[in-house]
Antibody
Framework: QLQLQESGPGLVKPSETLSLTCTVS??????????WAWIRQPPGKGLEWIGT???????YYNPSLGSRLTASVDTSKNQFSLKLTSVTAADTAVYYC?????????????????????WGRGTLVTVSS | DIQMTQSPSTLSASVGDRVTITCRAS??????LAWYQQKPGNAPKLLIY???SLESGVPSRFSGGGSGTEFTLTISSLQPDDFATYYC?????????FGQGTKLEIK
């Protein structure tokens, strides 16, 4: 059964770069044909989409974060990663990695739906000096 | 960007009540809407997709409806395990967005 686990430093200083990794276990990140997401949730607040990556390396970013954000995938390690530069206190949040729903139809064609059917447990990142 | 607005923000109800949460989109999203349940300290859990399709393993007391810009999540008879925060999410494109959440509290 596929599982996701976020990892990274729990504390980042203002103006520095936040780096997180999501490790996929129980299956191959490349053979699953899945798209993967980063979602964050500031303490006591709602959910915000950060970005999306495909195993091939194709990415989509939230425009509000775009220039500070880089997502990447390492198929050899079965991981995908997130880097957010120039962080401020507003970037303090629980960061989740998640998988988008996908399926193959009766003709074998791949379809992806942009909702999230599998989530990691999340990791809290605090931005503070 | 598509903005999602949920109402109410907080809902107080009792076990056995029927409750409905509304989610409105700033433009038409057809039926590209999902609902999630989140409990404190946990990741969101998928309940409903494509506005009204129940995710496997989710109790049938949960149902979704609507299309276009207005959607509902209904719980037919509240159980103690249902007190949580609920989020809608539009997926009209890869640029997804969430409602601000509705906290369902015990009255």
């Amino acid at each position: 059964q596929l599982q996701l686990q976020e990892s990274g430093p729990g504390l980042v200083k203002p103006s520095e770069t936040l780096s997180l990794t999501c490790t996929v276990s129980g299956g191959s990140i490349s053979s699953s044909s899945s798209y993967w997401a980063w979602i964050r949730q500031p303490p006591g607040k709602g959910l915000e989409w950060i970005g999306t990556i495909y195993y091939s390396g194709s990415t989509y970013y939230n425009p509000s974060l775009g220039s500070r954000l880089t997502a990447s995938v390492d198929t050899s390690k079965n991981q995908f990663s997130l880097k957010l530069t120039s962080v401020t206190a507003a970037d303090t949040a629980v960061y989740y990695c998640a998988r988008y729903r996908h399926y193959f139809d009766s003709s074998g064609y791949f379809h992806n739906d942009w909702y999230l059917d599998l989530w990691g447990r999340g990791t809290l990142v605090t931005v503070s000096s | 960007d598509i903005q999602m607005t949920q109402s109410p923000s907080t809902l107080s109800a009792s076990v056995g009540d029927r409750v409905t949460i509304t989610c409105r989109a700033s433009q038409s999203i057809s039926s590209w809407l999902a609902w999630y349940q989140q409990k404190p300290g946990n990741a969101p859990k998928l309940l409903i997709y494509k506005a009204s399709s129940l995710e496997s393993g989710v109790p049938s007391r949960f149902s979704g409806g609507g299309s276009g810009t207005e959607f509902t999540l209904t719980i037919s008879s509240l159980q103690p395990d249902d007190f949580a925060t609920y989020y809608c999410q539009q997926y009209n494109s890869y640029s997804i967005s969430f409602g601000q959440g509705t906290k369902l509290e015990i009255k």
